[in-house]
Structures are given as structure tokens and as C-alpha cells.
């Protein structure tokens, strides 16, 4: 037999638990999966992730509502204090706190309901038929020589969008279209204006764009003959309508979407400060790549001169002058060479001449003994006889004698 406390329930829950089953009640009921709910907001938070937290609130209940980024991103106004709106989404539980909300996925103002489905309609019906499609979306010229501009002559958008142009490439010609921007004869004014800019002015490119409002205010520009006029344009067409939450079907057919006018004239012109930093750094590219073909071109220069220096007949003179110069060098060396070589042959012969001298023989002591009948030089004494006069010559003078008498060597 089972045992049960009187403390302690049978179908015991953890909070887990409780807040889990809660999630699946509400995720199971068809009707809150798919709701509609008006209210007023309040406690509105947007933090960096970009999901937006707030509560809906009428005179006697209040929800808490969660819209996630990618549907945020999406609201055609911006989420203020106090302001009406109609949402749409599915009740859950954020299990965490066990708090009940809405998890929002899209919201209007409250009464733009009926315009809201207009828009959608419309935009379904010229996005079927390919206006909106990226492969018709013609390429926005990067110097622009003249800039249309279709908006209102009084709005501030104008002057957002003249003083951008006048900073950022002063040099082009600016032609305003003027037209209202909003109420009943815009849509056929914003025709008009389109149309003389590209009949009469033919400009590069065309600004189109006013300040934001609410869904009724920008309701021009979603106006299909204004949707078409942009689209056939023989200019292509930068939007700028509203602030950066607003989108608008003349967004979807211009050829590029900026999010406010001011960035729409950003986007249509360069910056001249950057354009002047490119034609700097291209004309010091090309001074650097002209320096490196001169000198490129000095040394091929260099080299044909050095060639037809070669084949030149003067460099033929010069190279057999030289040879001529080498030719007498040598001949003068030659010269010096044998005439050093007489010289040193002469000293030899004329030591040799001095050796046999007789004057070196008197000097070292001999005397020359001569007949002096006829002067023959007596080498032997039996040449001579007793009684005979001589001659003898010394080192220092000469005297005559007479032999006494000879002596034969044995």
C-alpha cells in the first residue's frame, strides 16, 4: 500500500517544469501562435545586439514584448515612448524568469494597418513582374559631370543633399527637378519632375529623396506610377527617402538605396579629398615608373654609344695611335737597351785597350827598348851588339844609351 504525505502533492513540479508546460500550452494554441495585439509602447530598449525590448500597454493590462534584430531592422518608423502601434506575433515564455510575452515580428503604427497591406500588395504584384531585380539595376557613374535631383525646393533634404555635393566634388553641375513630396498631386509631381530631368537635362545620375515621416507622409513614393517612372528612368536613380528605418517601393525599383538624402549624395559623388589622395598617389606611380623607363632608356643609350664607339673609324684611329705610341715605346726601350749594351762594350774594350797600353806597361816600371838605327823594338838581346846606340822609353821620359855589352839567357 502506497504512503503519501499530507505535505506533499502527488503531481509534484519543479519550476522547470512548471515553466516549461506553460511554453507548450501557449505554443499549442493556434490562436496565440498568430495574433494582432494594439496597445501603446512603453519601457522601450534597443541594445547593442539590436533586439528591441518593450511593453504594451492599454488603461488596464500591460505585456511584455520581445522583437528579435532581423525583424527590428525591418520597422518602417522609429519605437518611441507613448506611441500607438498595432503588433504581430506568438505568445511564449521566457523561461529563465517564467515571464509570459510576445515574441513581436513585425509592427505598424496603429490605423496603417490598411495602407500597410496596400504596400505589401503593390510590392508583391511589381516585384513579380521583375522591377526590383538585381540584374536590372544599372551601375552608378564614378564621376559624375551632372547630378538631377527630384525633392522638394523648401524641404531640408535639399540643402542636406546640395551642401554633401558642394564638399565632396564642387566641380559637378547640379539641376533641381522641383516637386512635392507629399499629399495627393505629389505622385504625378514626382512623374513630372523625373521626366523633364531625363528628357531636357539628361544628367549622369538622379537624386530622389525627402525627409522621413510616417508611413502616410512617404506614401508618394510608394505610389506605382512613381515605382515605374523610377524604374525606367534612362538616368539610374539613387533613393533617398526617409531616415534609415524607412523603406519605401521606390527604394526597391531605384537603381542603388541610401538610407537618408544625405547619404544618397554620398553615394553619388567621390570624395574629392580621396580623389586627390588617388591622382597623387597615380601621378607619383607614374613619375616613379617614367624615372625607371629614363633610366632604362640612359643605359641602352649608354650601351649603343659604347658600341658605336666601337665601330667607329675614329676609335679605330685611336686604338693604332696607341698601338703607334706602344710600337715607339718599345723601339725607344729597344734603342736605350742596345745603346746601354755598346756603351757597357766600350767601357769593356776600352779597359782592355787600357790593360795593353804601353804606357800602363812604362808606368808599372817597364821601359820600350828601340834600335835607334831604325827604330825596331829590341825584344831579345842578341838583336843588339856591344857598342850599339838605343832608345829607351820610360814611364816619364826617354833617354839614349849604348850597350856595354849583351848577356844571352841560356
Request: with cysteine; hydrophobic share 40%; charged share 25%.
Amino acid at each position: 500500500m502506497e504512503q503519501y504525505s499530507i505535505f506533499q502533492p502527488k503531481d509534484l513540479l519543479s519550476v522547470s517544469q512548471l515553466t516549461s508546460y506553460l511554453r507548450q500550452l501557449l505554443e499549442s494554441d493556434e490562436i496565440l501562435q498568430d495574433i494582432w495585439v494594439r496597445g501603446e509602447l512603453s519601457n522601450v530598449s534597443k541594445p547593442s545586439s539590436g533586439h528591441l525590448y518593450f511593453t504594451l500597454k492599454d488603461a488596464d493590462a500591460a505585456v511584455r514584448c520581445v522583437m528579435w534584430r532581423n525583424a527590428a531592422e525591418r520597422l518602417g518608423f522609429d519605437p518611441r515612448e507613448g506611441t500607438a502601434v498595432e503588433a504581430h506575433g506568438s505568445m511564449g515564455v521566457y523561461e529563465v524568469s517564467g515571464q509570459v510575452q510576445l515574441y513581436v515580428d513585425t509592427m505598424q503604427k496603429a490605423g496603417e494597418g490598411a495602407l500597410y497591406q496596400e504596400y505589401l500588395r503593390l510590392k508583391a504584384k511589381l516585384e513579380a513582374e521583375g522591377l526590383f531585380d538585381v540584374e536590372v539595376k544599372r551601375p552608378i557613374p564614378e564621376l559624375p559631370g551632372v547630378i538631377g535631383i527630384v525633392t522638394s525646393p523648401t524641404g531640408a533634404a535639399l540643402q542636406d543633399m546640395l551642401d554633401t555635393l558642394r564638399r565632396r566634388f564642387p566641380i559637378a553641375e547640379v539641376v533641381l527637378s522641383p516637386t512635392s513630396v507629399q499629399g495627393a498631386e505629389a505622385p504625378s509631381e514626382i512623374v513630372a519632375a523625373l521626366n523633364r530631368l531625363n528628357q531636357l537635362v539628361k544628367p549622369d545620375v538622379i537624386l530622389i529623396g525627402r525627409g522621413g515621416g510616417s508611413i502616410e507622409d512617404l506614401w508618394a513614393f510608394n505610389d506605382e506610377g512613381v515605382v515605374r517612372a523610377v524604374a525606367v528612368s534612362a538616368a539610374p536613380v539613387i533613393s533617398g527617402v526617409g531616415h534609415e528605418t524607412d523603406f519605401t517601393l521606390t527604394d526597391f525599383a531605384a537603381d542603388q538605396r541610401a538610407p537618408t538624402p544625405t547619404a544618397a549624395a554620398e553615394i553619388a559623388t567621390p570624395d574629392q579629398v580621396e580623389l586627390m589622395a588617388s591622382v597623387m598617389e597615380f601621378a607619383n606611380q607614374h613619375t616613379t615608373l617614367l624615372r625607371e623607363r629614363l633610366a632604362d632608356l640612359r643605359w641602352e643609350q649608354g650601351q649603343l654609344q659604347s658600341a658605336l664607339e666601337r665601330l667607329s673609324p675614329k676609335h679605330a684611329v685611336n686604338t693604332y695611335r696607341q698601338r703607334l705610341d706602344e710600337i715607339i715605346l718599345r723601339l725607344d726601350r729597344s734603342m736605350r737597351a742596345r745603346l746601354e749594351n755598346k756603351h757597357l762594350r766600350l767601357e769593356k774594350l776600352r779597359g782592355s785597350l787600357k790593360s795593353l797600353n804601353p804606357q800602363a806597361v812604362l808606368n808599372r816600371g817597364y821601359a820600350l827598348v828601340t834600335r835607334e838605327k831604325d827604330g825596331r823594338i829590341v825584344k831579345r838581346a842578341e838583336q843588339v851588339k856591344a857598342g850599339e846606340r838605343i832608345h829607351v822609353q820610360v814611364s816619364q821620359g826617354s833617354l839614349d844609351a849604348t850597350v856595354k855589352e849583351t848577356h844571352q839567357e841560356s
